[in-house]
C-alpha cells in the first residue's frame, strides 16, 4: 500500500477527506500517477473505504475512472448494502459503460430521488437506446427535475424512438412549461427543423412558443426568417401568460449567440463555448 492509499485509510475522516481532495487535484493538474494508482484503488476495493470518500471520489470519477474500474464499478451499483448506487452510477457514466445498462434501469426504477437522478444522467451519457422505453415514462411525471433529466437523456441517447417520445411530449403537453422538451428536441437538427417550423405556424400559441424556443436552440440559419416573423407579426399568449413574440425575439439572441461561438471556434486560441436558452 503507498502512502497516498494509507491516508485515505489513516487518521480521522475529516483528514482523510481532505487527503482524498488533494489527490483529486493532484490527478487533474497533471496526471499524477500515485494519486492516480490511489483514487483507483478507492474505487476498486470500496468496501474497504468510508462511504464518504467513495462518493466524494465518484463526484469526480471523470479524473481517475477507467476501463480497469469497470468489474467493481458494476458490483458497486448493484451493492444495496454499501449503499452508494447512486455515485456508483456516476463512475459508470464516466466510464460509458454499457454493461451497467440493466443495473441503472433497476436504480431508475427505485425510486430514490438521487438514484434515480444518476441513473437517468448515466444512461444519456452511455447513449444505449435500449434504454428509451424506460426513460420515456418519466417526460411525463413528477417531478419536473426528473423530465429535464429524462428530456436531456433522450436526446444524448437519440434515434428515431427517443424524437417520438420527445415530440409526443412536445405535441401533447402534459405540463404548461417544457422548456427542457424544447431544448432536447433542438439536439435533432437539422432533421427537426421543418417540424419545428410547421409547428410554428399552428393555431395553437402555446406550440409556437416552445416551437421558436427550440428553433433558437438550434442555431440553424434557416430558422431566422420564421423568428423573425413571430417576433413582429405574432401577438399570441400562452396560457402561463407568455408572449410568442417574445420567445422568438429570445430565441433569436440564442440562435446568434450560437452562431457567433460557432464563429468563435473557428479562429485559432479563441475557445467558446454554446449557451442555450430554453
Same mark, same amino acid.
Given at each position: 500500500?503507498?502512502?497516498?492509499?494509507r491516508?485515505?485509510?489513516?487518521?480521522?475522516?475529516?483528514?482523510?477527506e481532505?487527503?482524498?481532495?488533494?489527490l483529486?487535484?493532484?490527478?487533474?493538474?497533471?496526471?499524477?500517477?500515485?494519486?492516480?494508482?490511489?483514487?483507483r484503488?478507492?474505487?476498486?476495493d =470500496?468496501?474497504? =473505504?468510508?462511504?464518504s470518500?467513495?462518493?466524494?471520489?465518484?463526484?469526480?470519477?471523470? *479524473?481517475f475512472?477507467?476501463?480497469?474500474?469497470?468489474?467493481?464499478?458494476?458490483?458497486?451499483?448493484?451493492?444495496? $448494502?454499501?449503499?452508494?448506487?447512486?455515485?456508483?452510477?456516476?463512475?459508470?457514466?464516466?466510464?460509458?459503460?454499457?454493461?451497467? *445498462?440493466?443495473?441503472?434501469?433497476?436504480?431508475?426504477?427505485?425510486?430514490?430521488?438521487?438514484?434515480?437522478?444518476?441513473? *437517468?444522467?448515466?444512461?444519456?451519457?452511455?447513449g444505449?437506446?435500449?434504454?428509451?422505453?424506460?426513460?420515456?415514462?418519466?417526460?411525463?411525471?413528477?417531478?419536473?427535475?426528473?423530465?429535464?433529466?429524462?428530456?436531456?437523456?433522450?436526446?444524448?441517447?437519440?434515434?428515431?424512438?427517443?424524437?417520438?417520445?420527445?415530440?409526443?411530449?412536445?405535441?401533447?403537453?402534459?405540463?404548461?412549461?417544457?422548456?427542457?422538451?424544447?431544448?432536447?428536441?433542438s439536439?435533432?437538427?437539422?432533421?427537426?427543423?421543418?417540424?419545428?417550423?410547421?409547428?410554428a405556424d399552428?393555431?395553437?400559441?402555446?406550440l409556437? =412558443?416552445?416551437?421558436?424556443?427550440?428553433?433558437?436552440?438550434?442555431?440553424?440559419?434557416s430558422v431566422?426568417?420564421?423568428?423573425? $416573423?413571430?417576433?413582429?407579426?405574432?401577438?399570441?399568449?400562452?396560457?402561463?401568460?407568455?408572449?410568442?413574440?417574445?420567445?422568438?425575439k429570445?430565441?433569436?439572441?440564442?440562435?446568434? $449567440?450560437?452562431?457567433?461561438?460557432?464563429a468563435?471556434?473557428?479562429?485559432?486560441g479563441?475557445?467558446?463555448?454554446? *449557451?442555450?436558452?430554453?
Open positions: 500500500m503507498n502512502p497516498d492509499q491516508a485515505l485509510k489513516d487518521g480521522d475522516l475529516d483528514t482523510r481532505e487527503h482524498l481532495y488533494r483529486l487535484e493532484r490527478a487533474k493538474a497533471g496526471g499524477d500517477e500515485s494519486a492516480l494508482a490511489a483514487l484503488t478507492l474505487a476498486r =470500496y468496501p474497504n =473505504y468510508h462511504r470518500l467513495y462518493s466524494r471520489a465518484m463526484n469526480q470519477a471523470d *479524473v475512472v477507467d476501463a480497469s474500474l469497470a468489474e467493481p464499478l458494476l458490483a458497486a451499483l448493484a451493492d444495496t $448494502r454499501y449503499n452508494c448506487q447512486a455515485w456508483a452510477a456516476m463512475g459508470c457514466a464516466a466510464l460509458r459503460l454499457p454493461a451497467a *445498462v440493466p443495473g441503472l434501469l433497476t436504480l431508475l426504477e427505485r425510486g430514490d430521488w438521487m438514484g434515480q437522478e444518476q441513473a *437517468v444522467r448515466a444512461l444519456g451519457r452511455i444505449d437506446e435500449s434504454a428509451v422505453p424506460a426513460l420515456v415514462p418519466a417526460l411525463w411525471s413528477e417531478p419536473e427535475w426528473l423530465r429535464e433529466r429524462a428530456a436531456e437523456a433522450l436526446a444524448e441517447i437519440g434515434g428515431e424512438e427517443a424524437l417520438t417520445a420527445l415530440w409526443e411530449a412536445f405535441e401533447h403537453r402534459g405540463f404548461t412549461r417544457i422548456g427542457y422538451v424544447a431544448s432536447a428536441l439536439k435533432f437538427a437539422p432533421d427537426i427543423i421543418p417540424r419545428l417550423l410547421a409547428a399552428d393555431e395553437d400559441p402555446d409556437r =412558443y416552445w416551437a421558436a424556443v427550440a428553433l433558437g436552440s438550434t442555431g440553424d440559419e431566422v426568417p420564421t423568428l423573425e $416573423r413571430l417576433m413582429a407579426q405574432d401577438k399570441g399568449q400562452t396560457v402561463f401568460d407568455g408572449w410568442v413574440s417574445v420567445a422568438a429570445k430565441a433569436l439572441r440564442t440562435q446568434r $449567440r450560437i452562431q457567433a461561438a460557432i468563435a471556434r473557428t479562429e485559432p479563441s475557445p467558446s463555448e454554446v *449557451v442555450e436558452e430554453a
